[in-house]
């Protein structure tokens, strides 16, 4: 397996210029070893006890089975032994405290590359390369033409969603951070101003630890979506295939909210970009909601034709939101009607990306299973417009991200293992610059001189149990938007 399942892009300006090493001393390297190896038999600790009860349930059963497992198969995920690595031995120290290993020091160059300047993009990409799951993060500067990886962090669990967000609870300051929702039900958030780190900043949910008599927080299940509030920058909403879509306080780590309105996983999220109490969600059960946070309720609902795979706001008419499906089907929805205006069958698969320019208006991207990635223009509110479409070597698409600084560069990920990640400047396709360049935002310093490329390629690189209550007031919070 080889596959980019989430990506997500970092506005320039928001990384720190210098990013710290971690350097541990071998006190606090032991220390993390022994923790790491206190979870790990606590987790053995508990599976075992889940074995007995499961045992005693069906004793009766096994009684009656007649047939003989001579080599006893049926108790094998049962055996005590550890099938988990010795990791005390993973690092060996001298007595003078240094590990024999490392015998030359950094080079100086290294520290020049490690500089993130001021017209750099962050691009984020879950990757998943066998049974290594890593967040790769990744430099594009436009002007300079270059996108290279500039750092990694390897990952507890399959990533399935990120978000980026500049809120640590134990800072003032803004900082440069990404949750991550992974196949376990925990939340983990990421401090991209760090370089080879092993721990994340902060974790967000537990597990219930029945032999230190801790009872669960958070999700039961994995975390499929994320979305943060940038208006109230303490808030975090995380959709569960348990069914649930919890608010996050991330001032005290803990879920305040839950909204259980679900008959199916919550496989998409986004806050309203000028209602800032607005939720919308897409789910399983093939229905796109729309829940009022400040009441905990329920405004609207919309059926669509298949599952939801991603639910979009048009930021540019915020009246009106897009809804992808398992099947192929794209939805534009007019809030204050009861029905979608449109319905397309866009893509012949799993249709997984969904996004807009960043500043282009009516210029929406889609991408699929089906491995292709299709422009649209939007901007009549009526039948949509397809104006480009274009088959991908990227394998199966999974994701699909826009660059919040260049309206018409986005990023895609797939399942090839040749080749799974790639950057694509749509406005190097005739088409596309044709129809949507006099809709150039004008504050948006770049696009004067990117009006005149000509090559059609389009593309530009390669790689690879408590809850409370949180009322979210429209008006007046001591939490204000944060603009960087």
């Known amino acids: 397996m080889n596959v980019i399942p989430c990506a997500t892009w970092v506005r320039r300006g928001v990384a720190s210029t210098n990013p710290q090493k971690v350097e541990l001393t071998p006190k606090e390297l032991e ?97 998943v390369d066998g049974d290594a799951s890593i967040l790769e993060v990744f430099v594009y500067n436009e002007a300079e033409g270059s996108f290279y990886c500039h750092h990694d962090i390897l990952l507890p669990s399959f990533p399935l969603c990120m978000e980026w967000l500049n809120f640590d609870p134990t800072d003032s300051k803004p900082s440069n951070l990404c949750a991550i929702g992974n ?32 009872k669960r927080v958070g999700h039961k299940d994995a975390v499929l979506d994320l979305a943060w509030n940038e208006n109230y920058v303490h808030v975090l909403a995380s959709g569960s295939a348990d069914q649930t879509v919890l608010l996050w306080d991330l001032e005290n780590g803990t879920p305040v909210n839950k909204f259980d309105s679900f008959d199916e996983k919550v496989q998409s999220l986004q806050w309203h970009p000028t209602e800032t109490h607005q939720l919308l969600t897409g789910c399983a059960d093939k229905i796109v909601r729309l829940f009022d946070c400040r009441y905990e309720s329920l405004m609207k609902y919309w059926e669509a034709a298949g599952e939801i795979e991603r639910v979009l706001w048009n930021r ?80 199966a698409l999974l994701c699909l991200t826009s660059n919040p600084d260049n309206p018409f560069v986005f990023a895609a990920g797939g399942d090839n293992k040749s080749c799974n ?17 006099t809709r150039i935002n004008v504050q948006n310093g770049n696009n004067s001189t990117a009006i005149n490329r000509q090559n059609d390629t389009g593309e530009m690189v390669d790689v690879t149990e408590y809850m409370d209550s949180m009322i979210l007031n429209a008006h007046g919070s001591e939490h204000k938007k944060y603009n960087k």
């Open 421 to 437: 990640f790639k950057v694509f400047d749509f406005l190097d396709i005739s088409e596309v610059r044709e129809r949507f360049q």
């Open 31 to 127: 220390q993390i070893i022994k923790q790491t190896q206190s979870e790990l038999q606590d987790a053995e600790s508990d599976e075992e006890q889940d074995n007995v009860v499961e045992q005693k349930m069906d004793t009766k059963s096994e009684l009656d089975t007649c047939e003989t497992d001579e080599y006893n198969f049926d108790k094998y995920d049962e055996e005590s032994s550890n099938i988990h690595c010795n990791i005390k031995n993973i690092a060996s120290f001298g007595e003078d405290g240094q590990d024999p290993f490392v015998t030359g020091d950094d080079d100086d160059s290294e520290k020049e590359d490690d500089a993130i300047k001021s017209d750099d993009n962050l691009v984020l990409v879950g990757h």
């Open 183 to 214: 196949m376990t039900p925990i939340i983990d958030v990421w401090d991209l101003d760090l370089i080879d780190c092993l721990e994340p900043a902060y974790k967000l949910g537990r597990k219930a630890n029945k032999k230190k008599n801790q």
């Open 316 to 395: 540019f008419d915020s009246n009106y939101l897009i809804a992808s499906t398992d099947n192929g089907y794209i939805h534009y929805i007019d809030i204050r009607e009861d029905k979608p205006i449109w319905s397309i069958q866009a893509h012949t698969k799993e249709v997984t990306g969904l996004s807009l320019s960043s500043s282009c208006c009516g210029l929406l991207v889609t991408s699929a299973n089906d491995g292709i990635i299709k422009v649209w223009d939007i901007i009549s509110n009526t039948e949509p417009e397809l104006i480009f479409e274009k088959k991908s070597n990227l394998g």
